[in-house]
């Protein structure tokens, strides 16, 4: 075939720097004794306070204070309160803005964040919710995790929150020194378990409803000479709350693993790190809300006709139900590895250089089997797209008297290749995976990332600083339609239209932060920062495929936020106390809004958008052994300019699947029963209603998707050491307490999901989860 190979050119420059990094740290007379060389002052923690970002460390409340960006830091105690059934997707709803949608239950299936209305990853909704997918970045010890080519990111690939020390959630583009290629939106930062100075095993087992089980460990070897490690591994397995009518389970299972090694110096540190992530699982088809005359639990003969049986629906076969697996099923996988190396180093007592490496490895695979109406052209479905790239970052902080200046560039080198066959081996079609009679396509992106930076940090006395940054990119990508060269003998059609194309784009993007601390507990500040991403690709059509490259334009953010912080570490009642409330205004422009339609194919719409509200985050120790915490969100998002194919402009219409109103609130409190602690903990999640998608209109509906509230409660014992183990730990989760039924995920079919001409019109939706129960039992070793 004459397709480009994976291109490795630049890799031996970048291990090449790499390597000289590495040497300049490896001199013995740099060693540390085991005490000090986890927390070396001058280089971890200090790397945290100049930037803010989660690269060594969770940041401190007085860190975050002194922050001139919206930043909510979701650390232990708030990850204490997440359920033992949860994944990424559930911790980060601790956030304020923070919304999620999905299809199933826990960290085993897939799920979509908006962070202030802006949107990552996916959990099963039809194309026209991903107004603006992907426009959130995602980092793992402070490497990028999404897919070059798409800008997209699963949340099963962190499924084990054991392995996870705090999560950041950055609202806007954020500064320049940390800003990554996707980040209009904000950035999501996973902070994995650092090493330790101390050895220690932990491991964790846990059992639940939907035949919940699972198991982690987390390894800490503590120092020696200067090298510290981690490891962590777990697994989780669940079948689906919804069940077929002939006892598919619909299961799903995911797995995490992590590992990092470090060696710290007087003069820095160095590490090498490794993770990989696989989750795969069923996802069970849409609901409709009510019956439709013409759609049963057996779909269609091939002449379109109704096969009798129940009426496939919430109120006639129930609330949870789900179609036959001989009729329709959806397999989904999701594997991602990754291999990096970060060093710092104090070049003097001024400056310090970072450098960070990485090789990251992506595939998906979705099998799809679909004879709703029976012997289709495209009964099966095979999609195995992948993605791989190799990054390199460079960048210095430079601590001058009365400014702190940081400075460096970076370079992504990926690929991307999106295939996909629909088949069907039977009469009158005989096609094949290798020779599709319907849709089809393999389609590559060669891209080359890079950007230029520079911000300082400027002190205009002890009380206000400003930190203005200025971030020079440009993107290039190869595309390349592989279609005919992949399935020569193909009858169907290519879903990629458009010959080989290359293009490129260079951009600036200012910034400027304000901070001014008005009294030691009380500080004002606002920003400002433009960026920019490349649209999202892939899919059945869309850039480049049906869209020519000399009509595509990077898509631009320009976000201006402003706000007040109150900390307070030891008042009265106000213990760790940290209240933070901010406005914010995005808009939103060049986007290229996909849809895809029932038959495969993707049309585009070209819009802007502007997104603005309230945030408000606060928590407290009030008592020794009380922790509260609560958020709030208040949002509205219209489109500027919308346009689908050339149709209406529906200037002024409602983003869908922005929810007015979001709140969440909870707590826990210690309480000791004799040689027992106990911790009980309850905690709130409310959400507002929000406009549903219109397949239809190719528009937002004026339906909304009704509010609801979710009640989670547990409680957590510390038991005595028994057996040679110590810091035994007992918990019981009971998820939605009151076994509130709702559907977080609703929109209007124009009835090519299942295909029947009475379902035009109806609302489909998908099911959250009733009550459910989580027994955990932990031990350090």
Not at 239 to 254: C, E, I, L, V, Y
Not at 389 to 413: M, Q
């Amino acid at each position: 075939m004459n397709l480009h190979p994976f291109r490795l050119r630049e890799i031996p420059v970048a291990a090449l720097t790499g390597s000289i990094l590495w040497a300049l740290t490896m001199h013995p007379a740099a060693a540390l004794d085991d005490a000090g060389s986890v927390q070396n002052p001058t280089t971890l923690n200090k790397v945290s306070v100049t930037a803010q970002a989660m690269t060594s460390k969770v940041p401190t409340q007085a860190e975050q204070f002194r922050s001139a960006q919206t930043r909510k830091i979701i650390d232990g105690k708030q990850l204490q309160s997440v359920s033992a059934g949860a994944g990424a997707a559930q911790a980060l709803e601790v956030a304020p803005g923070v919304h999620v949608n999905g299809y199933g239950s826990g960290s085993t299936t897939r799920y979509s964040i908006s962070i202030n209305g802006i949107k990552q990853g996916w959990g099963g909704e039809p194309s026209g919710a991903g107004i603006d997918y992907g426009s959130i970045g995602v980092t793992f010890d402070g490497i990028p995790m999404n897919n070059p080519g798409t800008g997209l990111w699963q949340t099963t690939l962190v499924n084990q929150l054991l392995l996870i020390e705090g999560i950041g959630v950055t609202y806007g583009p954020g500064d320049p020194r940390e800003r990554g290629f996707t980040d209009i939106g904000g950035r999501i930062d996973f902070l994995p378990v650092q090493p330790a100075a101390e050895a220690d095993t932990t491991a964790r087992v846990t059992v639940g409803s939907h035949t919940t089980r699972g198991a982690a460990a987390l390894l800490q070897s503590g120092v020696r000479n200067g090298y510290s490690a981690v490891l962590g591994a777990g697994y989780t397995y669940a079948d689906s709350f919804r069940q077929s009518s002939d006892g598919f389970n619909n299961n799903t299972h995911a797995s995490m693993f992590y590992a990092k090694l470090r060696k710290t110096f007087s003069g820095g540190d160095v590490s090498v790190g490794a993770y990989a992530a696989d989750a795969q699982g069923y996802r069970p088809t849409a609901i409709p809300v009510a019956p439709i005359a013409d759609l049963t639990v057996n779909g269609l003969d091939p002449n379109g006709n109704v096969i009798p049986g129940p009426l496939y629906s919430q109120p006639t076969t129930g609330y949870y139900s789900a179609l036959p697996r001989s009729v329709w099923f959806k397999k989904s996988t999701n594997h991602d590895w990754l291999v990096y190396s970060k060093a710092n180093l104090d070049l003097d007592d001024a400056t310090t250089l970072h450098n960070r490496v990485w090789f990251n490895h992506e595939n998906r695979l979705h099998d799809h089997y679909n004879d709703f109406v029976q012997n289709p052209a495209n009964l099966y479905e095979y999609n195995n797209p992948f993605s791989r790239e190799f990054g390199d970052k460079l960048y210095a902080d430079i601590r001058l008297p009365g400014n702190t200046l940081s400075t460096g560039v970076w370079y992504i080198d990926s690929t991307y290749d999106t295939r996909q066959s629909f088949y069907n081996p039977n009469a009158p079609y005989f096609g094949s995976r290798q020779a599709p009679n319907a849709k089809y396509r393999d389609d590559y992106w060669y891209q080359d990332k890079a950007a230029a930076f520079v911000q300082d940090k400027i002190a205009l006395g002890d009380a206000f600083y400003l930190l203005p940054g200025l971030r020079a990119i440009r993107y290039a990508t190869d595309y390349v339609n592989g279609g005919a060269a992949r399935f020569p003998n193909a009858t169907g059609k290519n879903q990629g239209q458009l010959p080989n194309a290359r293009n490129s784009f260079s951009k600036l993007e200012p910034s400027l932060d304000a901070h001014w601390t008005l009294t030691p507990s009380v500080a004002l500040y606002a920003n400002y920062a433009q960026a920019y991403k490349e649209p999202q690709n892939g899919g059945g059509g869309g850039p480049y495929q049906s869209i020519e490259a000399s009509s595509i334009q990077l898509e631009r953010g320009h976000e201006l936020q402003g706000g007040v912080k109150w900390h307070v570490a030891d008042d009265g009642y106000l213990h760790d106390f940290l209240l933070e409330a901010n406005l914010y205004r995005l808009d939103f422009g060049n986007q290229i809004i996909g849809h895809t339609l029932a038959n495969g194919d993707t049309i585009s719409a070209f819009g802007s958008s502007v997104y603005r509200g309230l945030n408000l985050s606060v928590a407290d120790s009030p008592l020794q052994n009380l922790y509260l915490f609560a958020n709030l969100s208040r949002e509205q998002a219209h489109f500027s300019h919308y346009q689908p194919d050339g149709g209406p402009d529906y200037n002024g219409l409602a983003v869908a699947y922005v929810p007015d109103t979001t709140l969440n609130l909870g707590g826990y409190y210690d309480l000791r029963l004799g040689s027992v602690v106990a911790e009980p903990r309850l905690t709130v999640q409310y959400t507002g209603k929000q406009h549903m998608f219109d397949d239809v209109l190719n528009a937002t509906s004026s339906r909304f998707v009704p509010s609801y509230t979710v009640v989670d409660a547990g409680v957590k014992f510390d038991l005595p050491t028994a057996l040679g183990l110590h810091g035994l730990e007992l918990g019981v989760d009971v998820d939605n307490l009151f076994d509130r039924k709702y559907n977080p995920f609703e929109w209007v079919s124009a009835g090519g999901y299942f295909g029947t001409p009475d379902s035009v019109g109806a609302v489909l939706a998908y099911p959250a989860a009733g009550r459910s129960y989580f027994v955990t039992l932990s031990a350090h070793i």
